[in-house]
């Protein structure tokens, strides 16, 4: 069975500062697909990143940025110049690419932004 | 449009109570999922539909019913509720073509307190 593990529940950044967010994962698959999800108080889920696993190449969006260590299983979030609008609850997922599933979620993490 | 709409945003409902949960995408997506959110804690998937059937029920208790009317609809009808069933209750969509798992799109989501 594949497990993702955020063991932070909790972390501060200040603004315009980088911040990493952590985030392993357990799976005896070699076809699968790994995301970040971010969740503002009272607000829509929204994708932040994804990371094919086939894919040596870590994953970018604009000041997002992964780090995406196969072997180690771990699949970290880089929030760089941080805003205040970053804060949110960031939530790490896996999905298999083989099989019919949705996806598998970590306990998330509570971001917050210092101004 | 990228949007996955869902009504009502708050209900209240006795434990007698029938009522129903609406979700709407117009994506073309062919997958839609229901989610439960308790506070601070990762969406737990309860029901997915592929192509308006159901492929995926993790054991949800039977007072939950999901309806796929058609490929952009997605209804659940509560009944019966008992009080821990108050929660969030999120709506996704994705594309998932070709056996391809692509990223979901959340819903706001309806806030369900059963009293």
């Known amino acids: 069975a594949q497990t993702v593990t955020q063991s932070q529940p909790e972390m501060s950044v200040q603004e315009a500062e980088t911040v990493t967010l952590s985030c392993t994962y357990d799976?005896?698959?070699?076809?699968?697909?790994l995301f970040w999800y971010k969740q503002p108080p009272s607000r829509q889920m929204i994708l932040v990143i994804r990371?094919?696993?086939?894919?040596?190449q870590n994953a970018t969006e604009n000041r997002f940025s992964v780090n995406f260590q196969k072997a180690a299983k771990s699949f970290s979030l880089k929030i760089s110049d941080s805003q205040l609008g970053d804060a949110a609850m960031y939530f790490c997922?896996?999905?298999?690419?083989?099989?019919?599933?949705?996806?598998?979620f970590g306990k998330g993490i509570t971001l917050s932004v210092r101004p | 449009d990228t949007e996955v709409t869902q009504t009502p945003k708050h209900l209240v409902m006795g434990m007698t109570n029938k009522k129903s949960l609406k979700c709407e995408q117009h994506?073309?997506?062919?997958?839609m999922y229901w989610y439960k959110q308790k506070a601070k804690k990762p969406p737990e998937l309860m029901f997915v539909?592929?192509?308006?059937?159901?492929?995926i029920n993790e054991s949800v208790p039977s007072r939950f019913s999901p309806e796929c009317p058609n490929s952009s609809l997605l209804n659940l009808h509560l009944h019966a509720l008992q009080p821990e069933d108050s929660a969030l209750y999120l709506c996704?969509?994705?594309?998932?073509?070709?056996?391809?798992?692509?990223?979901?799109?959340f819903g706001p989501g309806t806030r369900l307190t059963v009293t």
């Open positions: 539909y592929s192509y308006e059937k159901l492929s």
């Open positions: 799976t005896s698959e070699s076809d699968y697909y």
């Open positions: 996704a969509s994705s594309q998932d073509k070709a056996g391809i798992p692509y990223e979901q799109y």
């Open positions: 997922a896996y999905r298999s690419g083989s099989t019919a599933r949705a996806e598998l």
């Open positions: 990371q094919e696993a086939y894919k040596q």
């Open positions: 994506m073309g997506h062919r997958a």
